[in-house]
Each structure stands twice: as C-alpha cells, then as structure tokens.
C-alpha cells in the first residue's frame, strides 16, 4: 500500500478526498475536515497549530486572509439549537504550513508532511523539468497554476467590488478569445453539461488563460482599480493585450487550439483507478 497516499487506514481516507473545488475550479480544503484527517480531537489545540502556520505564512510575504479564507459555519446542539463555529477554507500552501507546525509524533502528520511537500515541489518545477513532461502532465500542472490563479484574482476583485463573478470571468474571455464567452468556449468545443472548459485546454491554452489572470490581479493591485464596471473593463482589456501580444509574435491565437481528446477529470479517474490496482497489487506481495 502507498503511505502516502493514506490518510487513515481503517478509513482509508486521504487528502485528495477532503479535498474541495469552488464554483471556478480551485481547491481548497476545510479546516474542520483537516483536523479530524490529522487526528486531532479537540479543535482548540488543533487552532493552535493554525495560529503558527498563519504566523508562518505571515513570515513568508503571504497573505494571510487569502491562504486562510475564514468561513462561519452552524453546528447543531444536543438540545434541538445551533451555535455557529469557526473554520477555514485553506489552500494547498496553507495545508502544507499546517502539517509542518502539527504534531510530528503524530504517523500520519508525517505521511501529510510528505504528501503535501511533494504537491508543492510538483508546483515548482525547473524550465527543464517541465519541458520534459509529457503534454497530459503539462495541462495538469498549468491547470493546477490557472485554479490558484483564479482563486487570488478572485478575491482581489471581490474586495474591490465585483458581486456577478460570472459577468467578470466572462469579460476577460472576451477580451482574449475575439469576443467569445465562456459560455461561447463550452459550445465551440462540443463540451458535455456541466464539463469545465479549462480541463479541455491543452497546456498552451492554459498558459495563455494563466497570464491573462495573473496580469489582470497585478493591473487591478497596481492601479487600485474599484467598482464592478471598473474591474470588468480592466479584465477585458488585459484579454485583448495578451491576445494582441500572441498575435504579434505569430502565436496560435487561443480559439485555434485543437480540444484535447480527454479532459482533465476523465484522466484524473483513469489516474485514480491505476493507483488503487497498484495498492491492491501491492496487498497481495505483503
């Protein structure tokens, strides 16, 4: 059996599973759910190694606030009441600080600690490295870079303003893809209901989508843009530069590249399943 993989035996549970993606496809995990996978059984001592992974991440230059997202939940009493309770909405680097600050006594904080050390050295892969990867494991990599891009974008923009996050997005695929939506996007590639168009982009597509988020954050920080309009005029324009830019260099404009065969999430079950045969393959040598 893969430790590393595996969170609790008897549960089988791990951190893929607890792991959760918002409306936009970025991951997160809960707070409340980490806890109980790293088998603390009071969350007051479990709040305490929150507090020194925040502290940790404050030493690092990064934003608090956008690593740990707090989020007020209600949890029912004995007597038929509810009383709210605190938890957070944590991203993978905010995990990792976690496991690094958590009991080490604890077998599976090191399994965590591992896990979550090899999903952020998979974040930080050298030019050579990556361009040595086979193009499935490019869009996994870029599209793991476009969610955490997302996610910070989007909360920039929530703090300045923006309330239909739909109309947002939207702007900046118009500016990029010639006045498409994503709406438009889902269509031209005959995508199934409900299938996430950035799954069925190849890794050059994604790259461009990257930029256009990661531009759009620094254009909105950098000017201390306000207001929705605002902030969806900013999005289309920093779409219409980097296609501007593509064209210019004699790029393939981001329209013009072939849907890939299979979508991220049907490769992530084919992964998913070939593991557990390698796990069960593994029981029956012990």
Not at 106 to 122: H, M, N, P, W
Not at 199 to 204: K, L, V
Request: contains cysteine.
């Amino acid at each position: 059996m893969n430790k590393i993989n595996i969170i609790k035996k008897e549960e089988n549970i791990n951190f893929e599973d607890i792991k959760h993606l918002d409306s936009n496809g970025n991951e997160y995990w809960n707070a409340r759910e980490l806890q109980k996978a790293l088998e603390y059984v009071e969350w007051r001592k479990f709040e305490g190694v929150i507090e020194k992974a925040k502290s940790a991440c404050k030493n690092s230059n990064y934003d608090i606030s956008q690593c740990f997202v707090v989020v007020d939940k209600t949890s029912k009493m004995p007597n038929g009441g509810v009383k709210k309770i605190l938890d957070y909405k944590l991203n993978r680097y905010a995990c990792y600080l976690i496991v690094q600050n958590a009991n080490p006594r604890k077998e599976v904080v090191a399994l965590g600690q591992t896990y979550f050390a090899i999903q952020t050295r998979k974040q930080e892969l050298s030019e050579i490295e990556y361009d040595n990867l086979p193009e499935t494991e490019k869009r996994f990599y870029q599209r793991n870079i476009t969610k955490q891009g997302n996610y910070l974008l989007q909360q920039v923009v929530k703090n300045a303003g923006v309330k239909n996050m739909d109309q947002f997005h939207n702007a900046g695929y118009k500016g990029l893809y010639n006045g498409e939506t994503a709406d438009d996007i889902f269509k031209r590639k005959g995508l199934r209901y409900r299938e996430d168009i950035l799954d069925n982009m190849c890794s050059d597509e994604l790259i461009a989508n990257s930029f256009r988020i990661s531009q759009t954050k620094q254009k909105i920080e950098n000017e201390n843009i306000k207001g929705e309009n605002n902030l969806k005029k900013a999005h289309n324009l920093v779409g219409k530069e980097v296609r501007k830019t593509i064209k210019r260099l004699g790029g393939t404009m981001p329209e013009d590249f072939p849907t890939p065969k299979k979508s991220l999430k049907e490769l992530e079950k084919t992964r998913k399943k070939l593991q557990i045969k390698g796990e069960d393959k593994n029981k029956i040598l012990q």
